[in-house]
T-cell receptor, first 110, second 115 residues
Framework: GQQVMQIPQYQHVQEGEDFTTYCNSS?????IQWYKQRPGGHPVFLIQ?????EVKKQKRLTFQFGEAKKNSSLHITATQTTDVGTYFCAGREWNNDMRFGAGTRLTVKP | NAGVTQTPKFRVLKTGQSMTLLCAQDMNHEYMYWYRQDPGMGLRLIHY???????AKGEVPDGYNVSRLKKQNFLLGLESAAPSQTSVYFCASSLRGALEIIGYTFGSGTRLTVV
């Protein structure tokens, strides 16, 4: 079945450093979504990518969808303490359930 | 709008007890989902519903049952709780599963401990 792998599992950065999390699927995806979960909170939708090679930006966050639609990445430029949390990718095959990655937990040292 | 509301927020059960987790959404979403979240394993889909009166199994359905008698409500039942069901449970909803463009809206979660 479909597997969505996310790396790294943990990332600790100094405030101001960049951060990247990667998501890889064993199968071709129809779309991929990214969510952020603050400590003690619930996942909050960030963005959806649909097209091969798509790149979207939200302020300091850059999201990419691979050409083969099997991988994706989230890059945060110049991290801030407000970026702390766990970032999940969620990939969907055509007409199938959406599968979440295990998440990358980001901690930021001021 | 309240979005997705889950009750209760916390619960401790003894092995073998039963309980029902309640989820209500006021966004007129067609699809609703129940996930469990365990450390290092992300979110795993238990059951989902594509509309009132319909339910389907997800990735980890064993030990759980669901019902969607009304469009706005999705109930998750544990008939005989086991320690392996200790987890954080999230309910979510979306407009239409494969066609949604705004993502899932999650409730605040229910932290369940089975002793």
């Amino acid at each position: 079945g479909q597997q969505v792998m996310q790396i790294p599992q943990y990332q600790h950065v100094q405030e101001g450093e960049d951060f990247t999390t990667y998501c890889n699927s064993s199968t071709t995806l129809s779309n991929i979504q990214w969510y952020k979960q603050r400590p003690g909170g619930h996942p909050v939708f960030l963005i959806q990518l649909v097209k091969s090679g798509e790149v979207k930006k939200q302020k300091r966050l850059t999201f990419q969808f691979g050409e083969a639609k099997k991988n994706s990445s989230l890059h945060i430029t110049a991290t801030q303490t407000t970026d702390v949390g766990t970032y999940f990718c969620a990939g969907r095959e055509w007409n199938n359930d959406m599968r979440f990655g295990a998440g990358t937990r980001l901690t930021v040292k001021p | 709008n309240a979005g997705v509301t889950q009750t209760p927020k916390f619960r401790v059960l003894k092995t073998g007890q039963s309980m029902t987790l309640l989820c209500a959404q006021d966004m007129n979403h067609e699809y609703m989902y129940w996930y469990r979240q365990d450390p290092g394993m992300g979110l795993r889909l238990i059951h989902y519903s594509v509309g009132e009166g319909t339910t389907a199994k997800g990735e980890v359905p064993d030990g759980y049952n669901v019902s969607r008698l009304k469009k706005q409500n999705f109930l998750l039942g544990l008939e005989s709780a086991a320690p392996s069901q200790t987890s954080v449970y999230f309910c979510a909803s979306s407009l239409r599963g494969a066609l949604e463009i705004i993502g899932y809206t999650f409730g605040s979660g229910t932290r369940l401990t089975v002793v």
